[in-house]
């Protein structure tokens, strides 16, 4: 029987999902395992209430505060998960970019399988609306964030920066890190599918590329260039959500 034939080109938007769903695959699970790591101790408060030295079930408030802590803590992760793991084509929206960048920060304390550093929290004052959507937003600030932590792999005082700013009808967000930065040669060839500069960076060379054509599709742009620390600077510029537009 004769192999099947293989397609020698891809549509370009078919290239595009596939792309999208790869690299979604790598950032949820980044986030997953920090997950089942924070699932594991309301579940073991859930074992020792079910089951309590003596088999006695005589203090009851005692023990039903535990359930009601340690169910809120289920509720509260899964809610976060579903923030990451959400469906690939989201509507173009009005998102606050504040509200989304808060989200983030507190799911990337998720990551597991990434060098540690201390992340600050960097939010301008009177950041309008922006035109994305919201849950490819998040997505692609998580795969920035990725980036900027296996830069910071051989520093023990690695620090990654998230801010937000406001400027001439634009807003942008930005992930910054004290690595050891981008050369100005390599500034766009990082965009390309599977490049990295990284010599011990894992997974499949996708985050920036990724990131770059979601923005693009909402009119914004990313480009790389160099903090105020030395390290790489990722910025990503989009259009203030005008009043009365439809998406």
């Known amino acids: 029987m004769a192999a099947p034939a293989f ?12 792309l999208l769903r790869a690299d979604r695959a790598a950032v949820v699970g980044s986030v997953a395992r ?10 073991q408060s859930l074992m020792l209430v079910a089951r309590p030295e003596g088999g006695s079930f005589e203090d009851e408030e005692r023990i039903f505060g535990a359930i009601q802590r340690a169910t809120e803590v289920l509720a509260q992760a899964v809610t976060r998960f579903g923030q990451v793991h959400a469906p690939i084509h989201h509507p173009t929206a009005p998102v606050v970019p504040d509200e989304t960048i808060t989200e983030v920060y507190e799911l990337q304390q998720l990551q597991r399988g ?10 301008g004052h009177h950041v309008p609306a922006v035109r ?10 998580l795969s920035l964030i990725i980036n900027a932590k ?8 690695g ?13 942008e967000i930005v992930v910054d890190d004290n690595g050891p930065g981008i ?11 599977f490049y990295t500069t990284k010599p011990r960076a894992e997974g499949l060379g996708l985050g920036l590329t990724v990131a770059r054509r979601l923005v693009e599709s909402w009119g914004g ?16 510029r989009l259009r203030a959500w005008k009043s009365g537009e439809t998406s």
């Not at 849950?135 to 692609?140: F, I, P, Q, S, Y």
């Not at 990654?160 to 009808?169: E, H, M, P």
């Not at 050369?183 to 599918?193: A, C, I, K, S, T």
């Open 150 to 157: 296996e830069a910071l792999a051989e520093r023990s005082d």
């Open 183 to 193: 050369p100005p040669d390599d500034r766009e060839r990082v965009f390309l599918p």
């Open 114 to 123: 990434l060098p540690a550093p201390d992340v600050a929290l960097r939010l």
């Open 159 to 171: 620090v990654v920066t998230l801010a937000t700013r406001a400027t001439d009808g634009m807003v």
């Open 132 to 141: 994305a959507s919201e849950g490819n937003l998040r997505h692609a600030l």
């Open 7 to 18: 397609p020698t080109q891809i549509d370009p938007p078919v290239l595009q999902e596939l």
């Open 34 to 43: 920090g997950l089942g790591h924070e699932l594991r101790n309301p579940l």
């Open 221 to 236: 742009s990313l480009g790389a260039g160099e903090s105020e620390s030395g390290g790489a600077s990722m910025v990503i």
